[in-house]
């Protein structure tokens, strides 16, 4: 299986120019990118299988993109590697791309976050929450301040206020109060 690591753009010495040349006698755009072995892109796509799942991952393994044509990716910073499509973890199908899967050591592996990224979902999880309460309690507050409020949206404030606060107070790692019906 192929692996190849950590594409960069680069500009070779010698460029037929035939190869920069469009068709219509305009200059192509090509950019060209090599591994951190020297390979260049296009040369080692003749290396990978027809038969296997090409994906595109970053340095810390996280998979971005997968295809079944190596022809299709474009590894500008990022890495390439081939596998067989029965070592796709069967929960992985659907969702290999969603950030939560990795390639590592040639195989398709969970991820595993690190405290620093675990504390980051909590604070975007805590801001979307935190949001989406606003939202609700902006126009029942209104409500009652102006005397307009049916109790049961009187009721329904309270809750979602008790709620947001909820929300404010909750460290990672701790599970997020339910929603007020």
């Not at 090509?30 to 796509?45: P, R, S």
């Not at 998979?63 to 990022?78: G, S």
């Not at 307009?148 to 606060?165: G, I």
Request: proline content about 7%; charged content about 25%; aromatic content about 8%.
């Amino acid at each position: 299986m192929q692996n190849y690591k950590n594409f960069t753009v680069y500009h070779p010495d010698n460029v037929p120019v035939m190869v920069l040349e469009l068709p219509d006698g305009r200059p192509g755009k090509i950019t060209w990118l090599h591994d951190e072995d020297g390979n260049d892109w296009y040369d080692v796509q003749q290396n990978f299988a027809d038969d296997t799942l090409k994906m595109l991952y970053e340095k810390n393994g996280v998979i971005l993109c997968h295809t079944m044509d190596v022809t299709e990716l474009n590894p500008v910073n990022l890495s390439v590697a081939e596998v067989p499509l029965e070592s796709i973890p069967a929960d992985a199908v659907g969702s290999l791309t969603d950030g939560s899967w990795c390639y590592v050591d040639g195989s398709i592996q969970a991820r595993i976050y690190t405290d620093e990224e675990l504390e980051k979902q909590a604070r975007d999880m805590k801001a979307e929450l935190m949001a989406q309460a606003g939202k609700i309690i902006f126009p029942l507050a209104l409500a009652v301040k102006h005397g307009m409020a049916t109790e049961e949206e009187t009721v329904s404030l309270e809750a979602w206020e008790k709620y947001s606060v909820q929300v404010s107070r909750v460290s990672p790692g701790e599970e997020w109060p339910p929603k007020p019906e």
